[in-house]
T-cell receptor, first 109, second 115 residues
């Protein structure tokens, strides 16, 4: 159950797009890629997930590389409320989520 | 509707005592997960239940840890003879079923401090 690789931290300006990268070179053909985020003093919350195709929802977009070895979470317009730790997650064999250390996103006004 | 709830929210105990942490999942969710999170770290998976069954207990850090979900709803995580290294935030999550395409909903956590 290998983890994913993400930068430790990133900064963004408010109202600008943010691209959060993730490498998952050991992913198998049936592994979903999940993104969760954790706001300060809260539990993780779901952001988005995908398998092969790019995905969009009200919170974000997920761009998955053709070889599936990397993906990028896109926040189209960062707000101060988006400051959080973002986790790129590969699923475990029991349906569990395998968390790494994530990327701490800071948003500047 | 109600989310995942956990109790107590905070637990301070003395080394060597037993503690019991409770998780009440979202109604109808058959899958339930326990994780723990040390300060500044990501979450570490402990155990998962599908209904009242936990197929694999190998994620539990030691034999002092046990968990049950007898009726497939509320789950308890018990730590016997607590040690200071058990201090962490213990988080529970539930999902509709165990498929990885299902969103996991996390509770507010129980912060355990072992003195």
């Amino acid at each position: 159950d290998a983890k994913t690789t993400q930068p430790n931290s990133m900064e963004s300006n408010e109202e600008e797009p943010v691209h959060l990268p993730c490498n998952h070179s050991t992913i198998s053909g049936t592994d979903y890629i999940h993104w969760y985020r954790q706001l300060p003093s809260q539990g993780p919350e779901y952001v988005i997930h995908g398998l092969t195709s790019n995905v969009n929802n009200r919170m974000a977009s997920l761009a998955i590389a053709e070889d599936r070895k990397s993906s990028t979470l896109i926040l189209h317009r960062a707000t101060l409320r988006d400051a959080a730790v973002y986790y790129c997650i590969k699923g475990g064999s029991q349906g569990n989520l395998i968390f790494g250390k994530g990327t701490k996103l800071s948003v500047k006004p | 509707g109600a989310g995942v709830s956990q109790s107590p929210s905070n637990k301070v105990t003395e080394k060597g005592k037993d503690v019991e942490l409770r998780c009440d999942p979202i109604s109808g969710h058959t899958a339930l997960y326990w994780y723990r999170q040390s300060l500044g770290q990501g979450l570490e998976f402990l155990i998962y239940f599908q209904g009242n069954s936990a197929p694999d207990k190998s994620g539990l850090p030691s034999d002092r840890f046990s968990a049950e979900r007898p009726e497939g709803s509320i789950s308890t995580l018990t730590i016997q003879r607590t040690e200071q290294r058990d201090s962490a935030m213990y988080r529970c999550a539930s999902s509709r079923d165990a498929g990885l395409w299902n969103e996991q909903f996390f509770g507010p956590g129980t912060r355990l401090t072992v003195l």
